[in-house]
């Protein structure tokens, strides 16, 4: 019999329970060990619902990283003390999953990369859109050669009216951004890892603060507070990869638009094209002439019968576990998520300076 990995958890709130929690708990080879918050009851909670008959419970994670028992560690607070929890724990000796995105900065970002070389122990960053039945098929795809060289993508991650008025979310102290660092990062790094392409040249961004000044706004979880809006409400950048590619981003929690998508991403290469827009599409030229294939990603097999298809949070933390049960690599590399921050940071600096950042 295989021996139970035990996971401690620091940071019990939303995406805790909503995500990884329910994901974990599923995983035969996971004792859930330990909690951590610094508001205690929120640990309390979360280990009555998840835990083991013993799990332990803190509002200090450097008490919890002393146990020596504990195996991995899943990172799951506010931006702003990512890279500072994660590297204690590489330290301690854990395998580590960090929610996106990976830090704040891509200076703490690099230095997680440098702690899991330094200590040999597992990194992962949780950018479950990876996951999902058209983003795996897709890289499937891309990765067979289909689409030929991606020359030029769009990273799309647009909502209408949907600011997180919660945590901490409206605060660039704790988290060093808005819907650029929030959800433009899960659109980014499905792109990069479609072209495979994790060298940039240089970026050009512009992020606005326009919307997020209204008061009593229509929005998905009720008006935001216009004093404590401190991030942008919208983001774009213009990225130019070494190898000439192009790939544009575009993000935002609030935008009068109605071309609206999230974490999608638009392909196109010398072979042939792919997008996420509705559904997923290959498009293509054969024997001169044009097709448009789409993708039934449905899961259903034999009439009458329902297996037990994976959302994209368990098939994350089933992968995870097993890369470190059978020491392979995470799906997400450390290396490609430090990518993914030092563009966005390129994009924040370059909107505040006007001029392009290069690499």
Aim: proline content about 3%; hydrophobic content about 40%.
């Amino acid at each position: 019999m295989t021996k139970k990995l035990n996971v401690a958890i620091i940071g019990c709130g939303g995406i805790a329970n909503g995500k990884h929690l329910p994901s974990l708990s599923k995983i035969k080879e996971v004792a859930l060990t330990a909690f951590c918050d610094i508001e205690k009851e929120k640990a309390l909670k979360a280990a009555q619902a998840y835990g083991t008959e013993d799990a332990t419970v803190y509002e200090d994670y450097q008490k919890l990283l002393k146990d020596q028992t504990i195996d991995v560690v899943h990172v799951l607070t506010p931006n702003i003390s990512h890279a500072e929890i994660s590297i204690a724990a590489l330290e301690a000796g854990k395998h580590v999953m960090c929610e996106k995105p990976m830090a704040k900065t891509s200076e703490e970002a690099k230095q997680m990369v440098e702690a899991a070389y330094r200590t040999g122990k597992k990194l992962t960053i949780g950018y479950n859109n990876r996951f999902r039945p058209d983003s795996q098929h897709l890289h499937q795809v891309t990765e067979r050669g289909d689409l030929g060289e991606v020359y030029f993508a769009k990273a799309h991650a647009i909502r209408r009216r949907a600011v997180p008025t919660w945590g901490v979310f409206l605060d660039e102290e704790k988290q060093g951004g808005g819907p650029l660092i929030d959800i433009g990062t899960h659109a980014l790094d499905l792109t990069l890892w479609m072209m495979d392409n994790y060298k940039p040249k240089s970026v050009m961004g512009n992020t606005y603060h326009k919307l997020g000044k209204k008061k009593d706004a229509a929005n998905a979880w009720g008006p935001w507070d216009p004093e404590k809006f401190t991030v942008e409400d919208s983001a774009f950048g213009f990225i130019t990869m070494e190898n000439g590619a192009t790939i544009t981003l575009e993000a935002s929690w609030a935008l009068n638009s109605l071309d609206v998508d999230e974490a999608k991403c638009t392909l196109s290469g010398t072979e042939g094209g792919a997008d996420m827009k509705n559904g997923l599409r290959i498009n293509g030229e054969d024997f001169g002439k044009l097709y448009t294939n789409e993708i039934d990603l449905s899961t259903s097999g034999v009439a009458f019968y329902e297996g037990k298809a994976e959302n994209d949070a368990d098939l994350e933390a089933r992968l995870w576990i097993e890369s470190i049960i059978n020491d392979t690599e995470p799906t997400v590399k450390p290396e490609e998520a430090l990518v993914v921050t030092q563009i966005l940071e390129a994009i924040y600096e370059s909107a505040k300076t006007g001029k392009a950042v290069y690499f």
